[in-house]
């Protein structure tokens, strides 16, 4: 199962984003992971791609990480997520690092627009880096609790 999402604004699609599963073959970085011998456990990762904002609506990162930690609680309301993976542009990996992302390998893939970076993210810390103010703070801070309890809790 993967998941698409749209933000709407005013009844007008402002933009998209998709999230696949790591763990059945249709995410495009579990062959960068494995061409580039890289291991991860793939029954909780999610790759996330096929990010577009409508270009009125990419004036600065506020936007992209509103946009990024709504669909992430989404995810994660229907999914267990403890990692996220994506292939982007090397400038693009700049700013996913302010997003708590890291790099894993640089210049994973090339095509004819360029090279591509490989980065990685830990649920807990892309959502702490995400929330933009106190109030999302919060909400991510019970999110985590809820979720800490609920792996704790016994089967």
């Known amino acids: 199962m993967g998941v698409v999402g749209a933000l709407v604004r005013f009844g007008a699609t402002i933009g998209t984003i998709r999230y696949l599963p790591m763990d059945q073959g249709l995410a ?21 791609g096929r990010l577009v904002l409508a270009p009125q609506f990419r004036s600065g990162p506020e936007s992209l990480k509103r946009f990024l930690l709504l669909t992430l609680v989404d995810l994660l ?4 997520v403890e990692t996220l993976y994506a292939s982007c542009t090397p400038l693009l990996a700049r700013l996913y690092r302010r997003f708590g992302f890291t790099v894993m390998v640089k210049d994973a ?22 929330a933009a103010s106190r109030e999302e703070g919060a909400i991510v801070d019970r999110l985590l609790a809820v979720r800490e309890c609920a792996e704790a809790l016994p089967c």
């Open 109 to 130: 893939s090339h095509d004819a627009q360029g090279s591509y970076t490989l980065i990685r993210g830990v649920v807990p810390e892309v959502l702490r880096a995400l």
């Open 28 to 48: 495009p970085c579990e062959a960068l992971l494995r061409r580039h011998r890289v291991a991860a456990d793939r029954e909780t990762s999610w790759e996330v």
């Open 77 to 80: 309301e229907v999914a267990p």
